[in-house]
């Protein structure tokens, strides 16, 4: 890179607000929940996909309007005078960093549409960025995992994507009296909305009022009514359905009146009602509920919304999706059905902690096969060659670098760092064959073994079966 | 995020240029790159870290001068008027991607240092970011594994690092006919241009002429010179060094007397000797050599310093790496000695794909378990049980969703996939017990077991050893 002069002047920076360090422990949590959100997405069948970190503006307005730039972080070229030509003069950067994963997804898919094999099922979990005020649950940058089901407009299609993510919270130790999953249908809403007169750009505003209802005073929503081309008579209808549907929410299972008050009939449930079977069918229907306060902000939901709470709902929203069958047309693509959610790392990690559900953070550090000790200064000239025979043969093997050969000292440092077998090099090293001792350290047991099975003893299998706190 | 029209305009969309769409084979093949560096990292006793995307942009210019400003992409917040006000009135963005990890790494250490384990040993891979043209080896964003070892200021910690660079090159497939790694050591270089009269500003120029030689012509150059405040006869003289340097590595080992006119004795090269020493009993010692043309372009190296490269030196640096002892401490943090190497994913892909060491990308995806085929309409709709009890059992199990009960056609699907097992669900499904088929896809062997023994059945090991290959 670019050439500077070789004295520096010291200086302390920190992050930029609403962004996360990671130090070895942070990261090995974060690391813990990213790998069962792997497992998970490829034991249900999806592939791995990642897009580029930041993408052309018009991508994002194309999908969400210009309104969108301003929670965005822009992003240009320091080489382009042109495109800083462009941001003086009034403009607004080429690019943006991705605060979504879907538009990437639905240009992907749409590039090569033809030759995808169907159904197309994919997940990424790349990081995000929203230009947003810090808050708990709400950084400037997370991970989001996106998993997405393209090609199939049935109900098992969401139901299957609804128990990724049931699944995902199961094997993080999590139970349905603890999260759960909220289920409505885009098509119901919007039903009712038409009957009330209310319907395009005034339906968006609705959603939104829908979205925020509970989250937001009443009063502010008001206000906030004139940006969705609202009349005052409109909005008293939105709150009116809002608030019908967190009372029907609250008296329990769905009636035939409660249906017709909220403006559906049993048959238009059907679809819903179908995804609800499947996960019953697939032993998940204990974690979900029918709820018709669900709508999701978004306007581009057409069928299946979705969202996942904390049971108590005092947090943000853990996951969030539905079905979005006209996306990908809209992105140049074929007309093709899909459904997908996004689920961040900080809300859920928030509530794995509240909930007792991770461990000591040391505890997702790897474990160290071996720690290497030198019992005495004529041996210890030759550690550096026995730990790097051993990590080549795919071992993780720390040493001491310290020049104490007090053993009892250095055991004690092979028990910090958590490793499976303490190798002590002492005298026996020059003994013919040369040999070492081997000290188990969890159960203390210590035997000499000749070094040339040194290898095959550290690999063998430790009695913990492969788990999908894999980690490493 | 915001609200939109429901009706969209369709409209295609491309990555922004120098970036990557990853499908499914694409990302794993980047996935089996990072599962060995990570790997390899964690064997030799290196903790996982990570750091924002974006940092403030003086954390760059900090380190590597306003010069640098050019080559990054600017980040700014679109909620902000303040930033954006800032650059149309000619000022700067506040935030800047990532270029490289050390600034973020030394920021890090330096917030941290009185309560950080000694030595730091840290590995991250995170995607980097850089505002220039696109070409062969050199993208605007690519992936880059990034090792340092701090706190210890011995030539076996720069031997512990180029031989974890060495071993991921070695686990990947590569052999020491193919990449060699190219060892010198700043102080010889400083002390050869002190002796020509080349210091301080006028060094920084003379490295930048190193590490350019026999990339650019001498007549671009001499061309460049100027902007590093060297005279004309200064670039002379570097230009004769670099052409000395080039002729020395040619003619084999090094002599007393081509050191001598190197400008350095056999003393002043012990330190890279030892390293070399070190790498040689650690059964490294075929993949490097002594390269007095070696100097690289960064300011800040401060003693040992390589680049890795293919054999023929067609392509750009694998690698590249070298002791950084001061640039700690012009972060803040206290005064600790350090070194460390960037590797970049895509001139090592290029390689691996040249020297034929990737295997076709779709081998690179995770196999299924199992791949459940329902062979009569009767059994079909309990698929999505048996499928999800697998699923929650951590079994990678997929299914087909064709309406055809054709099982062979549907044994081709399984075998596309490269499932393991094929589980095919019949009549004996309604027996008591209910029982399936379980095809061996491998050896093509077919048995009939209970369907409560098929999760057992399906995790019997598959006498494929756990490798570094792992990918998922």
Redesign the interface.
């Given at each position: 890179?670019?050439?500077?002069?070789?004295k520096?002047?010291?200086?302390?920076?920190?992050?930029?607000k609403g962004?996360?360090?990671?130090?070895?422990a942070d990261?090995?949590v974060?690391?813990h929940i990213e790998s069962v959100w792997?497992?998970?997405s490829?034991?249900?069948?999806f592939?791995?996909?990642?897009?580029?970190?930041?993408?052309?503006l018009?991508?994002y307005t194309?999908?969400?309007?210009p309104?969108?730039?301003?929670?965005?972080?822009?992003?240009?070229?320091?080489?382009?005078a042109e495109q800083?030509a462009a941001?003086?003069s009034?403009g607004?950067?080429p690019?943006?960093?991705r605060?979504?994963f879907t538009?990437?997804l639905a240009?992907?898919v749409?590039?090569?549409a033809p030759e995808l094999p169907r159904?197309i099922k994919?997940f990424a979990i790349p990081?995000h960025?929203?230009?947003?005020s810090p808050q708990r649950g709400r950084l400037r940058?997370f991970m989001q995992w996106n998993v997405d089901f393209i090609g199939?407009d049935s109900p098992?299609a969401d139901?299957?994507v609804i128990?990724t993510a049931i699944?995902s919270m199961?094997?993080l130790g999590l139970v349905s009296s603890m999260v759960r999953v909220h289920i409505f249908d885009r098509r119901l809403s919007e039903a009712k909305a038409a009957a009330m007169g209310i319907e395009?750009?005034k339906?968006?505003?609705l959603?939104?009022i829908m979205d925020n209802f509970g989250k937001l005073s009443e009063e502010r929503l008001r206000a906030e009514f004139n940006k969705?081309q609202l009349r005052s008579e409109d909005i008293e209808k939105a709150l009116a359905y809002a608030q019908l549907t967190a009372r029907v929410r609250a008296a329990g299972p769905l009636t035939t009146e409660t249906a017709r008050e909220l403006g559906f009939t049993v048959e238009m449930a059907a679809p819903v009602h179908e995804t609800l079977r499947?996960l019953d069918?697939?032993?998940?229907g204990g974690w979900c509920e029918f709820d018709p306060g669900i709508v999701r902000?978004?306007?581009?939901y057409t069928g299946t919304v979705f969202e996942i709470h904390e049971a108590s709902g005092a947090e943000r929203a853990i996951a969030g999706g539905g079905r979005y069958d006209?996306?990908i047309?809209?992105?140049?693509g074929p007309k093709l059905p899909a459904c997908g959610f996004g689920m961040g790392d900080v809300v859920l990690a928030n509530i794995l902690k509240d909930k007792g559900l991770l461990k000591p953070p040391e505890e997702y550090?790897?474990r160290?096969d071996a720690f290497v000790i030198a019992a005495n200064d004529d041996v210890a000239a030759r550690v550096?060659?026995i730990v790097?025979?051993l990590?080549?043969q795919?071992?993780?093997?720390?040493?001491s670098?310290k020049t104490t050969r007090n053993v009892g000292k250095l055991l004690g440092d092979a028990g910090k760092c958590r490793a499976r077998y303490a190798v002590i090099l002492g005298a026996e090293l020059n003994a013919t064959p040369p040999r070492v001792a081997l000290k188990d350290m969890d159960s203390g047991e210590q035997r000499e073994i000749p070094l040339s099975e040194l290898a095959g003893a550290l690999r063998a299998p430790a009695g913990i079966p492969?788990?999908?706190e894999g980690g490493?």
């Open positions: 890179m670019a050439e500077s002069s070789q520096f002047q010291a200086k302390k920076f920190q992050a930029p962004t996360r360090d990671f130090y070895p990261l090995a974060r690391r792997r497992q998970v490829i034991n249900h069948g592939e791995e996909i990642d897009g580029p970190t930041f993408e052309h018009d991508l194309h999908k969400s309007g309104g969108i730039v301003s929670e965005l972080f822009q992003v240009m070229s320091g080489k382009d800083l941001i003086r009034g607004a950067a690019y943006a960093l605060p979504e538009p990437t240009r992907m749409a590039a090569r159904p994919w990081s960025f929203r230009a947003e940058e199939d098992r139901a299957e128990a699944n199961e094997a395009g750009e339906y968006i505003g959603l939104w969705h499947h069918s697939m032993g998940y902000g978004l306007a581009y006209n996306l047309e809209s992105f140049g550090l790897p160290p550096p060659a790097a025979d990590r080549r795919n071992l993780h093997v720390r040493q670098y492969p788990s999908l490493g």
